[in-house]
């Protein structure tokens, strides 16, 4: 029986009637959980299982113990999710939830607990600056550092000490390091009481900073036309990853002020790029946004300038490139079984780059680190557990990455010993305040395929023939089912010469004229009737009849003397009588 290690209406249903599952984490904290100075901050985690789990915690890879820390973190009840009451710098860490009962232990991803904060401008005093109108010009923000990462804007400061925000256009705008710039100045963005402030702030924090006040003193006269010029292009070349939005920047001088067009250029020809569904640009068009960015979207993109008062345009390249983070393909699931099979958990994804590592956890440790190293079969994206007993149940993680990130999942195997008196229809219900959906399942219980063990390695003289026995049986409702296949040496065995013969009575292996350095070997018998197998190993041994003797020596010890005979007057002669063979 396999279920969904995140479905716990299905899972519980029916190990609620045996009482016993190993844990699976059902709620995954975040991978990252910011907190902000004496604000109650939460890492979620909780997990199913029968008995129910007990939780423990570890911060940057060493044992957490929650009621040893202070007063102001606890956990919810029957749950192992961990509350921060009132946070402070040195909880910042890595932490990971535990979930462990008799039967195994589940773990969490890792979630980074990371303080928030903004750094404030200092020394911000009024600048001045004089310009001719026509010219472009750019006002830096200079922004502090911030985490998360801060908004910023612009606005008018007056010296009364009020604000006044201004929308961006054409001719005004923010570029990505929240620069302002003017692609041209006119003498009306001149103004005596009020300077140009960029304004950051931390939506997390709630708080906000304030820059370098900027005076802006266009000198009084008609602006001078300029042909376009760059200012800023952002990325040249730029990495996105697969569903991000793509933000490409193009900015100009100029004036008139610059017209601006897309293209991206296909094997086939250079296409103009009109606003869609896919693409999206800003009010001047200085900025192209690609949304749901998708492996399609890579290529070369351009962006050309123009202004009405010159025939030269410019232009700029930027090359785009897609990669992604894991997702997975197929997802470990949790799997009910019995004593005496083998299982199969697959884990994989695709990513690109290439998924770089697979990692293999049998209950909250690495699968090098298991005691029983020989219950497993390891085959990258597959997990194999062999010949499982009631003590195998266990909780199972696998870890998939590349250099963008990573993802995790978890199931459960539990072993029970299945009897015949189990088949039958279950029925499983679940219900909340709005309602109750019910569903069933039927359960076939079939008796083992079994092997009856026949002896020893066989040895059997060159040139004659050998019977290897394999006497199979299945459940008899699975009788029409049951195959038998031989191996030597793991691999099929070649039958068509007619010297070698499966005997379809009793599925036993007759080998004629046995020859010597070909028949030798180990043989395997696999017996299968679709739902299970067996398989029993005997080893052949082919041995060589003796060659026969051609050359024969006597040596003959006589001394006459001890027979009283007078060696001096006595003739002796030997004969062979019969060859030896």
């Given at each position: 029986?396999?279920?969904?290690?995140?479905?716990?209406?299905?899972?519980?249903?029916?190990?609620?009637?045996?009482?016993?599952?190993?844990?699976?984490?059902?709620?995954?904290?975040?991978?990252?959980?910011?907190?902000?100075?004496?604000?109650?901050?939460?890492?979620?985690?909780?997990?199913?299982?029968?008995?129910?789990?007990?939780?423990?915690?570890?911060?940057?890879?060493?044992?957490?113990?929650?009621?040893?820390?202070?007063?102001?973190?606890?956990?919810?009840?029957?749950?192992?999710?961990?509350?921060?009451?009132?946070?402070?710098?040195?909880?910042?860490?890595?932490?990971?939830?535990?979930?462990?009962?008799?039967?195994?232990?589940?773990?969490?991803?890792?979630?980074?607990?990371?303080?928030?904060?903004?750094?404030?401008?200092?020394?911000?005093?009024?600048?001045?600056?004089?310009?001719?109108?026509?010219?472009?010009?750019?006002?830096?923000?200079?922004?502090?550092?911030?985490?998360?990462?801060?908004?910023?804007?612009?606005?008018?400061?007056?010296?009364?000490?009020?604000?006044?925000?201004?929308?961006?256009?054409?001719?005004?705008?923010?570029?990505?390091?929240?620069?302002?710039?003017?692609?041209?100045?006119?003498?009306?963005?001149?103004?005596?009481?009020?300077?140009?402030?960029?304004?950051?702030?931390?939506?997390?924090?709630?708080?906000?900073?304030?820059?370098?006040?900027?005076?802006?003193?266009?000198?009084?006269?008609?602006?001078?036309?300029?042909?376009?010029?760059?200012?800023?292009?952002?990325?040249?070349?730029?990495?996105?990853?697969?569903?991000?939005?793509?933000?490409?920047?193009?900015?100009?001088?100029?004036?008139?002020?610059?017209?601006?067009?897309?293209?991206?250029?296909?094997?086939?020809?250079?296409?103009?790029?009109?606003?869609?569904?896919?693409?999206?640009?800003?009010?001047?068009?200085?900025?192209?946004?690609?949304?749901?960015?998708?492996?399609?979207?890579?290529?070369?993109?351009?962006?050309?300038?123009?202004?009405?008062?010159?025939?030269?345009?410019?232009?700029?390249?930027?090359?785009?490139?897609?990669?992604?983070?894991?997702?997975?393909?197929?997802?470990?699931?949790?799997?009910?079984?019995?004593?005496?099979?083998?299982?199969?958990?697959?884990?994989?994804?695709?990513?690109?780059?290439?998924?770089?590592?697979?990692?293999?956890?049998?209950?909250?440790?690495?699968?090098?680190?298991?005691?029983?190293?020989?219950?497993?079969?390891?085959?990258?994206?597959?997990?194999?557990?062999?010949?499982?007993?009631?003590?195998?149940?266990?909780?199972?993680?696998?870890?998939?990455?590349?250099?963008?990130?990573?993802?995790?999942?978890?199931?459960?195997?539990?072993?029970?010993?299945?009897?015949?008196?189990?088949?039958?229809?279950?029925?499983?219900?679940?219900?909340?305040?709005?309602?109750?959906?019910?569903?069933?399942?039927?359960?076939?219980?079939?008796?083992?395929?079994?092997?009856?063990?026949?002896?020893?390695?066989?040895?059997?003289?060159?040139?004659?023939?050998?019977?290897?026995?394999?006497?199979?049986?299945?459940?008899?409702?699975?009788?029409?089912?049951?195959?038998?296949?031989?191996?030597?040496?793991?691999?099929?065995?070649?039958?068509?010469?007619?010297?070698?013969?499966?005997?379809?009575?009793?599925?036993?292996?007759?080998?004629?004229?046995?020859?010597?350095?070909?028949?030798?070997?180990?043989?395997?018998?696999?017996?299968?009737?679709?739902?299970?197998?067996?398989?029993?190993?005997?080893?052949?041994?082919?041995?060589?009849?003796?060659?026969?003797?051609?050359?024969?020596?006597?040596?003959?010890?006589?001394?006459?003397?001890?027979?009283?005979?007078?060696?001096?007057t006595t003739k002796v002669f030997f004969t062979l009588d019969e060859a030896i063979t």
């Amino acid at each position: 029986m396999v279920t969904d290690g995140l479905d716990s209406v299905n899972a519980s249903a029916f190990l609620s009637v045996k009482g016993t599952q190993p844990p699976v984490i059902l709620i995954n904290p975040p991978t990252q959980v910011l907190f902000k100075e004496f604000q109650t901050a939460v890492l979620p985690c909780k997990a199913s299982g029968e008995p129910q789990p007990t939780y423990t915690w570890k911060k940057d890879k060493r044992d957490f113990n929650v009621a040893g820390s202070d007063d102001f973190i606890s956990t919810v009840p029957n749950e192992g999710t961990l509350v921060f009451k009132r946070p402070r710098k040195k909880d910042a860490g890595m932490y990971q939830c535990f979930a462990n009962n008799s039967y195994g232990v589940a773990m969490s991803g890792i979630v980074e607990l990371r303080l928030a904060f903004l750094m404030p401008y200092t020394n911000q005093e009024p600048e001045t600056i004089t310009v001719l109108p026509g010219a472009s010009l750019v006002l830096p923000c200079n922004k502090p550092i911030s985490y998360p990462e801060a908004n910023v804007t612009w606005v008018l400061k007056h010296k009364d000490g009020s604000f006044k925000a201004f929308d961006f256009t054409e001719r005004i705008l923010m570029d990505h390091q929240a620069n302002l710039i003017f692609t041209n100045v006119l003498e009306e963005d001149s103004y005596r009481d009020a300077a140009y402030v960029c304004v950051v702030t931390n939506k997390f924090n709630r708080e906000t900073t304030r820059g370098k006040p900027f005076y802006l003193k266009a000198i009084p006269m008609p602006p001078e036309n300029h042909q376009p010029h760059l200012i800023n292009v952002a990325p040249n070349k730029g990495l996105f990853l697969k569903g991000d939005t793509v933000k490409l920047q193009c900015i100009f001088g100029g004036h008139p002020t610059p017209e601006i067009r897309w293209f991206r250029n296909t094997k086939e020809r250079r296409i103009q790029i009109e606003q869609n569904t896919k693409y999206r640009f800003s009010s001047s068009k200085h900025q192209l946004n690609i949304l749901d960015a998708g492996f399609e979207d890579e290529g070369i993109y351009e962006c050309h300038a123009r202004v009405t008062s010159f025939s030269q345009a410019m232009q700029r390249v930027m090359t785009v490139k897609i990669e992604s983070k894991p997702e997975w393909t197929t997802k470990p699931r949790s799997i009910v079984t019995s004593v005496g099979s083998s299982v199969t958990f697959i884990c994989n994804g695709t990513s690109k780059p290439p998924i770089s590592k697979h990692m293999w956890y049998i209950n909250g440790k690495r699968i090098n680190e298991y005691p029983n190293k020989n219950k497993f079969i390891v085959q990258e994206t597959n997990l194999t557990v062999i010949n499982l007993t009631y003590q195998d149940s266990m909780t199972i993680q696998c870890n998939i990455s590349n250099i963008h990130g990573y993802i995790f999942a978890n199931a459960f195997l539990y072993v029970f010993e299945f009897g015949l008196t189990d088949t039958g229809v279950y029925h499983c219900y679940a219900s909340n305040k709005y309602g109750m959906v019910s569903a069933m399942r039927t359960l076939i219980v079939r008796r083992k395929t079994k092997i009856e063990p026949s002896a020893f390695d066989r040895r059997v003289k060159e040139g004659r023939a050998v019977m290897l026995p394999c006497a199979a049986t299945t459940d008899p409702m699975e009788v029409d089912n049951l195959q038998v296949i031989w191996l030597k040496e793991g691999k099929s065995i070649d039958m068509d010469e007619g010297r070698i013969i499966q005997n379809t009575q009793d599925n036993s292996l007759t080998i004629n004229s046995v020859i010597i350095g070909k028949d030798g070997g180990r043989y395997t018998c696999v017996a299968t009737n679709g739902l299970d197998w067996a398989k029993m190993s005997t080893f052949l041994y082919v041995m060589a009849t003796p060659a026969a003797i051609t050359t024969i020596v006597a040596i003959v010890m006589y001394y006459p003397q001890l027979q009283g005979i007078d060696e001096t007057t006595t003739k002796v002669f030997f004969t062979l009588d019969e060859a030896i063979t």
